[in-house]
């Protein structure tokens, strides 16, 4: 299916869609949505000035709020609409969000048991149900017809939203002005408060 529409996602328009993208994706069935995982991990290395002073290595757990070493994943959730809310003015109707996951691996400890109270297990599927520790970088609703254009739109959007991921987290996520740095900070042990 070769398809020259152009479709934008997240801000990042899509011209061409390119298929070969699929490969980069894991699919995961989770109840009634379904959701698209990268398959490679990401790293994000930023070491405070004391850290690189010291030549410590990024895996050193460091308590300045500025030194941030973790690893995360780009995750695709697909949700039917009508079928959570069996409301009529849904049918037909997805919904299709974008999130940067931070690895279950990285997350402080009192992160992971706040997920794994709430949600009987730790990994990144969890980690976006429980939905404090993974940022939101774009969601639309869209038809049923639209649904496999927008999701593969998402999938190259990574593509350009990865090389300009700093962007994308300094905007605000909520109405009081808590930015993706701010929710990466609580994940990793940081701060006290998501936001």
């Known amino acids: 299916m070769e398809d020259n529409t152009v479709t934008t996602f997240a801000g990042v328009k899509a011209f061409k869609q390119d298929l070969s993208v699929h490969k980069e994706w894991d699919e995961i069935e989770y109840g009634d949505e379904k959701f698209y995982m990268t398959k490679k991990e990401f790293e994000h290395i930023e070491q405070c000035e004391e850290c690189v002073d010291n ?9 300045d709020e500025n030194c941030l070493n973790y690893k995360y994943r780009y995750i695709i959730r ?54 404090t520790c993974s940022i ?6 869209i038809s049923e017809e639209a649904l496999e254009r927008n999701v593969l739109a998402a999938k190259e959007a990574v593509r350009l939203i990865d090389s300009m991921r700093g962007f994308y987290l300094d905007r605000a996520v909520n109405r009081i002005g808590t930015d993706g740095w701010h929710i990466i900070r609580y994940a990793l042990g940081k701060v006290d408060r998501p936001f």
């Open 136 to 141: 939101m970088l774009g969601n639309e609703v």
């Open 55 to 63: 030549k410590r290595p990024t895996s050193y757990i460091c308590s």
């Open 78 to 131: 697909e949700t039917d609409l009508y079928n959570i809310t069996m409301d009529d003015q849904y049918e037909d109707k997805y919904e299709v969000t974008l999130y940067m996951v931070v690895s279950p691996e990285s997350l402080c400890n009192e992160r992971k048991e706040e997920v794994n109270s709430s949600m009987d297990r730790v990994d990144y599927i969890s980690i976006v149900e429980y939905g």
